[in-house]
């Protein structure tokens, strides 16, 4: 018995080093890139590296939202993402709650087709949807990326509404008033206003797809006033190679939001985990 | 999820609450009433769908058979997209690549994601706190992680150097690891992990709820160690937890993207570089369209391609695993 109360004290040691091990490889590049945006630009690379910043500056954030079109790309990322969830929450709600809640002819085809959709590498659709963008003059224009960020995760917003549509019990469409109510109705005082929690989820992904998102906006943007935060940041990389302070800078100016975010609605963030794929 | 999972399971289910059969009898003018404003809660999804989605594959997968090139007339010339493809010694070395980075990556965040969901699972102080740290990579987006390591591989002054050189020992001289062909696509490989890895976790600490607490308890009863009680209680009540993210991550290595071209760019200024030894399947296709030389058809094809082989692979995948299972 002792040599099991050892053994149970060692391993719990273990697993307090290797957790905490692990939990310094994860936060160390996060840890070095803040504190490279606070240090002056002289001692940005030296060697051995300072994680805590001699002379700390706000310098490289003035630098970067004054100086540079860096609070243009921040507003162009806020447009952007700002209409594209709202664009994509709705939609997926009004689909999620007719397949979840009707029969009608078309019904299976309908939905096998979204959920096929979301199963597609994206590089397939991009290579069309810029000629779709083209002929419809949305090539470089925030427009053509608010509906394509829309369209994106359609398929899996969809999916998720409809579970959520499909978990409410047919008693609250029943409930007296509204009996006989068209699916409007139903869907705009009943459905809508439970399924809260359900839009939250939807929306974080629509929020962090827009936000991040970096290959169509590349394919179609060429003008530099038109750029979002992920195009704006590299192109600040791109042209200033050895501002790191700068960049860095920059980086958790638009990494900010999406932190606040996480830190108030973790769970929303975590129970949509399993649906939110790792697409690069 | 909860609730909504056994809609996945069967997707066609109809609603209990919907009569069955009851259509038919129905005159025309009341079932056109009855219908007409369930299609137009689904018009406005369907259409965005239908224009952005559904038309655009359909035009890929036509235009795939033809030579066209943005501007211009199109002739229909049959296979030669995909012939050329098949014998396009650039897309077998982006394909091969594709297949090691693929490979490494899964790996690397199936056995990480798994020692730090069991990590978690102990009763540990700072658990929540742990866990969101893991998680931080996940939410941060491409560009600005892929940025971040640029800096770290730096060949002068990069802090993997500085650890691997001055602190550790392990290497004599310093490495420019992202300029160098022979290392470049693996440390892009580090960072496809480390930013995965969170994810990856957080699907399997869900798993591990569903190994119940008493089959662990008798197990120790009868005397099994912690290894034996791992491989003979747990794995296998993970087994659908770890074929799930086997096609989900295999998918996504297969689609890697703004790593390889963010990273190959700031190191060598051009993408897939040094010397092509980072050009994926999807670098190579986009720069068939985009990178110049404006041939969508060639890259409509490569990209059908890569999504036939991203199919194959998984459906391998699901096989693989439903024969593991059986006894």
Redesign the interface.
Known sequence: MIIGQWEARL??VV??A??LA??L???A??A??VS?AFKPHAYV?????QLIPEQPTLDNFVRAWSSGDFGRYFFNSLFVTVLSTALSVS??A??G??F??????GR?V??G???F?M??????????????A?DLGLINTLWGLI??Y??MN??LN?F?M???Y??MP?ELFDAGSVDGA???RA?RSIALPLSKPGLATVAIFSW?LA??E??WA??ILADQDLYT???G??NL??AQQTE?GL??AA?LM??AP??VL??VL?KQ???G???????? | ?G??RR??AR??R??????VGG?TLEPLGSRLRR?L??????L???L??G???????A??FL?SFTDWR?MGESTFVGLDNYTRAVTDPAFHRALVATVGYTAVTVAGQLL?GL??AL??N?R?HGRSL?R??????????????S??????Y?G??G?LN?LLN??LGIIDKNVAWLAEPSTALWAIALL?I?K????TM??YL?GLQTVPEELHEAAAIDGAG?RARFRNVTLPFLRTTTTFLLV??T??G??????I??MS??ATGQIGGPLNSTEVA?TY??KQ??GGGLD?AY??AL??L??AV?ALISILELRFARAQGQP
């Open positions: 391993r719990r697993t307090y290797a957790a692990f939990g490889v994860m936060i590049p996060f070095f890139m490279t690379l030296e060697i051995p590296p939609l997926a009004m689909l709650f007719t979840a809640r009707y029969e009608f002819p299976r309908l939905f087709a979204l959920l959709t199963m597609v590498p994206g590089m397939l659709l991009l290579i069309p949807q810029f000629i779709v083209r509906i394509v829309s369209v359609l398929g969809t998720l409809r579970g959520v499909a978990a047919q068209g699916p409007w869907f962090l936000w991040d970096f290959t590349i394919t935060l992920p195009i940041i590299r990389q791109v790191w960049v860095f980086s638009a990494l999406v932190l996480f830190v973790q963030f975590v129970s985990a399993f649906v939110g794929a790792t697409k690069g | 999820m609730t909504s809609y996945w997707p066609w109809r609603p209990s609450h919907v009569p259509t219908l404003p369930i299609y137009g809660l689904l406005p999804g369907l965005l769908f224009i952005w989605a559904a038309y655009p594959m035009r890929s235009m943005l990480l020692g730090a990590l978690l102990e540990i742990l969101l740290v893991y998680y931080l990579p996940v939410i941060s987006s491409w560009v600005i992680v940025l971040i390591f640029v800096w770290l730096n002068q002054t802090v500085w001055d602190v496809g480390w995965g890895v969170g994810w957080v699907v869900a912690t989900v991550l998918i996504g297969f689609s890697t993207f703004i790593p071209f963010v760019t700031a999807l296709t986009w369209a985009f969508f890259a409509s990209s059908f890569v999504a991203v």
